[in-house]
């Protein structure tokens, strides 16, 4: 599903902190000590490559100092050949890069052979040809006083801005220095104001002669490319080249910005005096919402959520037997059946056996029940409080199994999933239709109601999917509370998982958001009653998020992630209201049933 989300995402994006144009330019810094020299760069689309040379009976080895030198390595061998290549295959709109040559040799002879060895190349250089290579020598470099001798296609670096005769401007290709010399940063945390200065300085003083700046011996990791980034940097110094691509090219589906804040409901804790016991639960699931997707979205809205404002706080181990990280079929079925079973499983145990589920023990006891989700109802979290299937790949076994819900009322999107004769079957059970989610508030007191959100996948937050749960989340607890008799809901979101398969940042921040608007919905109800147990958690985390970096008065984060699919890490659970104290600590996902029932002082 999540494929489809990211689609239109671009255009909810608000800029600001976010990554933004120029596309960065990444430096291969000592390109011939990569184990595929020349090559790994140009797939990274690098847009300067540093070779260094060393003259030795009139060949230009490719090499750092003389002890280093293989003979079958020239500058023509592994970086002049190239270009004919590149040329032939992928085109000369793909030369459009800098071919920086560090000499490391006496400056006028060494320079004479780098020319020399050009010439049978000069069709692919620019100014020849405007696509073409940039070549630009640094290293040891005639004076600035000489560069005028030489051709068009030769320029040079720049090492120092305050002898440059101004006639050697124009041959003068960029603008460097040695990182060290600004700053000790180790490309941890951040600078010190100090060194945050004299880095500025020395930009601003390279862009004031308007050419490009490089600083090497650089820290090579993802906070100082990103923060050299930012700084106006335009030359990315790195020993690898794929990473830096990666980085940056995952950077804008990392980052996230908030520009309003969302209201924050703080619950009134009465339940504590009243001293009622529970009698109704709102379960509540955000699919893959692990402790960083909660700090995202807390961190952008200013350091509150809703959510936060609960103070009964635990952590789940989410396990399956089968597998050390779950998936959302076996993490449900813990929460439905207090069994923990395999991945992929629906309401069986390992051994297949069908397992009694919350919905069903407490319809039999009386209690109405509820089912709401962003996702199908034959998705594998909803699955796992009705259905039996051994995988949950069995969507259309789910979709039979149903029509013979123990609901009073369920909305959730896959209308599709279902045949007419499974709508008509639901319709001889009992179940009225809501065209909308402003009727479901509105029906009348007998009888079941279903609505169906989508035929298909519903949007996103993101992309449109506006107000619809937190209505529904209001609509549903008055169409419940209309009943006259205690409930179970599970309410679960399913696109905070969606986003975080598809590490995509924002997605997740929204998510959350609206999710925490449902919350705020269940929490405003349970103080209306002061007898209704709020559980808030989730089945595993997705993602192996984490949030290197962020900016809490401006509502952004940058995130990172280390998997496209679930992680094993504990989850935090929620609760409010009476019985909400049963959920501190430390538990198994399975033992959350067993606490429900004690909270309900219910046998199992
Ligand atoms: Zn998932």
Known sequence: MFRNL???????????????????KIHSHNDYQQETPFWNAFS???????????????QLYVAHEEETIST?????????????????????????????????????????????????????????????????????????????????????????????????????????????????????????????????????????????????ATPDSKTAWKKLYDLGVD???????????????????????????????????????????????????GDGMG???????????????????????????????????????????????????NNRAIGVGPNGKPLGNLPQLLSQKGWHTALITTDALTGATPGAFYA?????????????????????????????????KQLERLEENGFEWAASVSEVSQKGQ??????????????????????????????????????KKPFFMLMENGMVDSFGHANHTQGIVTEVLDFDACIAQALRFADGNNETLVIVTADHETGGFSLPQGHMEQGYIQGDFTTHDHTGIMVPIFAYGPGAEHFKGVCRNNQVFDKILEALEIEP
């Open 291 to 341: 402790l960083a997707q909660i700090s995202a979205a807390t961190l952008s809205n200013g350091g509150q959520l809703s959510l936060t404002q609960l103070t009964d706080i635990g952590f789940v181990q989410t396990q399956a037997t089968d597998d050390f990280t779950t998936d959302s079929a076996a993490g449900a079925t813990a929460y439905a059946t207090g069994v923990r079973t």
């Open 235 to 285: 030359y990315i110094n790195t020993d690898h080249p794929q990473r830096v691509r990666m980085f940056f090219d995952g950077l804008e589906d990392c980052e996230s910005q908030l520009t309003k804040k969302k209201e924050v409901y703080r619950p009134s804790y009465d339940y504590i005096q009243t001293g009622k016991r529970p009698k109704n639960v709102i379960l509540m699931i």
């Open 72 to 216: 079958a390595r020239t500058l023509a061998t592994d970086y002049l050949a190239p270009l004919e290549t590149i040329a032939a295959r992928y085109g000369t709109e793909r030369l459009g890069f800098q071919l920086m040559i560090d000499s490391k040799t006496e400056a006028y002879t060494t320079l004479k052979a780098i020319d020399a060895a050009l010439q049978p190349y000069l069709v692919f250089l620019w100014p020849n040809n405007p696509d073409g290579v940039r070549v630009v020598i640094s290293g040891k470099r005639p004076k600035p006083a000489d560069y005028g001798q030489y051709p068009d296609y030769i320029q040079f670096d720049c090492q120092n801005m305050d002898n440059v005769p101004s006639a050697a401007w124009q041959k003068i290709a960029m603008i460097s220095t040695g990182f060290y010399r600004l700053s000790r940063w180790n490309g941890k945390g951040r600078f010190t104001h100090k060194d945050l200065e004299r880095v500025t300085a020395f930009i601003a003083k390279a862009k004031s002669f308007e050419k490009p700046v490089r600083l090497w």
């Open 446 to 483: 007998a009888g079941r109601l279903g609505l169906f959100l989508a035929e298909g996948a519903l949007p996103a937050k993101m992309d449109g999917r506006g107000n619809l749960m937190p209505e529904l989340m209001e609509g549903a607890l008055r169409y419940l509370k209309s009943k």
């Open 388 to 420: 039996h299937v051994v995988d949950r790949g069995e969507e259309e076994t789910m979709a039979k199994q149903f029509v013979e819900n123990p609901f009073t009322l369920f909305a959730g999107a896959g209308k599709a999933n279902f045949s007419a």
């Open 6 to 24: 990211i689609l239109c995402s671009f255009l909810f994006l608000s800029k600001g902190l976010m990554a933004q144009s120029p596309e960065v």
């Open 44 to 58: 990274a689309k690098a847009a300067s490559i540093e070779v260094d040379v060393f003259l030795k009976n009139r």
